[in-house]
């Protein structure tokens, strides 16, 4: 059962690359790494996802080592509207419920 | 098409009422989730679907919470003889296949404050 463990809180400033890791050490062989944003009274939506090594889209990239277990969220030169909680997601079976971890809180400032 | 939605938006009870939250996923998606957050916390999963079928139940907070799938689309969840700790924002979720490799595409949430 693939679990997540990610800071609680971070803060950074506007134009700053932010890193959040995400520490999964019972990762699975089939698990997946997605990780999701949410803003306050909304639902979570979906940044990145990826299995090994690097990926990269409009939005973040994501870092992946070969052991697979842990994973960092990079945003590049964040703004005030990246100030949410990012959740990282491992799993590949349902049966593991895909669990959700605690989130980080970013906090961006001017 | 439309994305996941939620309803009602909001729901207000007394302690004790049974409430129902009904869920329309995104059309053709034959996963559906259901997880709970209260304020400030993070997401607790309660249970999914995959069709019509829920295999594994062990997410719900007690035997008050059942859900149910009809058609492989809409889900309701229902809450019996509600407590205080039921308040939370109940969010649903969709996606293609009930697989962590398939995103999930969530719903508005609805709010639940129980009096």
């Known amino acids: 059962l693939a679990k997540t463990t990610q800071p609680i809180s971070m803060d950074s400033y506007e134009g700053q690359e932010v890193n959040i890791t995400c520490s999964h050490n019972?990762?699975?062989?089939?698990?997946?790494i997605t990780w999701y944003q949410q803003f306050p009274s909304q639902g979570p939506r979906f940044i990145i996802q990826?299995?090994?090594t690097k990926v990269t889209n409009e939005v973040a990239s994501l870092f992946i080592p070969a052991d697979r277990k842990s994973s960092t969220l990079s945003l590049p030169r964040v703004s005030l509207s990246d100030t949410a909680v990012y959740y990282c997601?491992?799993?590949?079976?349902?049966?593991?419920?895909?669990?959700f971890g605690t989130g980080t809180r970013l906090q961006v400032f001017p | 098409g439309a994305g996941v939605s939620q309803s009602p938006s909001n729901k207000v009870t007394e302690k004790g009422k049974d409430v129902e939250l009904r869920c329309d996923p995104i059309?053709?998606?034959?996963?559906l989730y259901w997880y709970r957050q209260s304020l400030g916390q993070g997401l607790e999963f309660l249970i999914y679907?995959?069709?019509?079928?829920?295999?594994?139940k062990s997410g719900l907070p007690s035997d008050r919470f059942s859900a149910e799938r009809t058609g492989g689309s809409v889900s309701t969840l229902t809450i019996q003889r509600t407590q205080q700790e039921d308040s939370a924002v109940y969010l649903c979720?969709?996606?293609?296949?009930?697989?962590?490799?398939?995103?999930?595409?969530f719903g508005p949430g609805t709010r639940l404050t129980v009096l």
């Open positions: 979720a969709s996606s293609l296949r009930a697989s962590g490799a398939d995103t999930q595409y």
């Open positions: 019972n990762i699975a062989t089939n698990d997946y």
């Open positions: 990826g299995y090994k």
């Open positions: 997601l491992v799993g590949d079976d349902p049966t593991d419920k895909l669990i």
């Open positions: 059309s053709g998606h034959t996963a």
């Open positions: 679907f995959q069709g019509n079928s829920a295999p594994d």
